[in-house]
């Protein structure tokens, strides 16, 4: 189950943060501005901006699959400046999530997750996933949303939740 | 595992929620404006302003839980507009999700979950909660959150994230 509810969830969600970035292009070109005005914008001056929300997402997505099962993370420098390479970015951790099996987190739950700034304090792999991990990268594919939607860019809440698994 | 993903994780962060409003009250006691300006502010003049970021987040909570579990959920009637409205809205919420046992979600994964809007096609309850309650839920949170932070309330990653249980 925490299979489920991270590695596809965050491959469809990082890619339908890239889909943003394609409605942010199209903006820039109807209004004739250049797109990293939003690539650097911020919703409050002491908040980070598109950039480094959409490094956020991407590392939380990347570290919490590594963290719950083991495996270790591809290092990505954050020096992330174009468009291209935002969505690159995003790309690499898409491919990176792909490597992943439902059974390589057959043990997670249990799993004494920790992080340095958490001095010696831990979670188990269960909460992390639902404490930490989940909200977290949601939060900051909602914040980058919530910066381009701020700026014009026409995103709703079909381009957030993406593809549902309808049946018939 | 659902419950565990959906009622308490929903239950903290709806107070969570609320603290921003305290928050909120502090920013507009410190800089003498009637907290009403925040309740009724968006991040785009399309967009839902922070009160009906409320409503939905807490109708997300509460009509996942109903769906998921086929127990019946009051009826609120989204006519809030103080604080203390949105703030006893909240509430509402809290308690009606402490109705809720994990054993009342012991056969939701494979329940068919639909709305009048998907035109008789429906989802399992499982991918209900993974692809559809729990993002919905965080989105419109954080877009409160993003609402108030742009506004200048001190609010931070950790009022959202709210306390972790951690071991030692």
Same mark, same amino acid.
């Given at each position: 189950?925490?299979?489920?509810?991270?590695?596809?969830?965050?491959? +469809?969600?990082?890619?339908? *943060?890239?889909? %943003?970035?394609?409605?942010?292009?199209?903006?820039? @070109? /109807? $209004? =004739?501005?250049?797109?990293?005005?939003?690539?650097?914008?911020?919703?409050?001056?002491?908040?980070?901006?598109?950039?480094?929300?959409?490094?956020?997402?991407?590392?939380?997505?990347?570290?919490?699959?590594?963290?719950?099962?083991?495996?270790?993370?591809?290092?990505?420098?954050?020096?992330?400046?174009?468009?291209?390479?935002?969505?690159?970015?995003?790309? +690499?951790?898409?491919?990176? *999530?792909?490597? %992943?099996?439902?059974?390589?987190?057959?043990?997670? @739950? /249990? $799993? =004494?997750?920790?992080?340095?700034?958490?001095?010696?304090?831990?979670?188990?792999?269960?909460?992390?996933?639902?404490?930490?991990?989940?909200?977290?990268?949601?939060?900051?594919?909602?914040?980058?949303?919530?910066?381009?939607?701020?700026?014009?860019?026409?995103?709703?809440?079909?381009?957030?939740?993406?593809?549902?698994?309808?049946?018939?």
């Amino acid at each position: 189950m925490i299979y489920e509810l991270t590695i596809p969830q965050f491959q +469809k969600t990082l890619r339908n *943060l890239s889909h %943003f970035l394609d409605k942010a292009v199209q903006l820039s @070109e /109807t $209004k =004739k501005f250049e797109v990293d005005v939003l690539l650097n914008s911020r919703l409050a001056p002491d908040q980070f901006n598109f950039i480094r929300q959409v490094q956020i997402a991407c590392d939380t997505a990347k570290l919490s699959a590594s963290r719950l099962t083991g495996k270790e993370a591809p290092a990505h420098e954050d020096n992330e400046k174009s468009l291209q390479d935002v969505k690159a970015r995003i790309e +690499k951790v898409v491919s990176y *999530l792909a490597t %992943f099996k439902a059974e390589d987190f057959k043990e997670c @739950e /249990t $799993k =004494k997750i920790t992080q340095p700034r958490w001095e010696g304090k831990y979670l188990s792999g269960k909460d992390f996933a639902i404490h930490h991990a989940i909200p977290n990268f949601y939060f900051h594919v909602t914040t980058a949303y919530s910066i381009l939607r701020h700026n014009g860019v026409e995103i709703g809440k079909k381009d957030y939740l993406g593809e549902l698994p309808f049946k018939h």
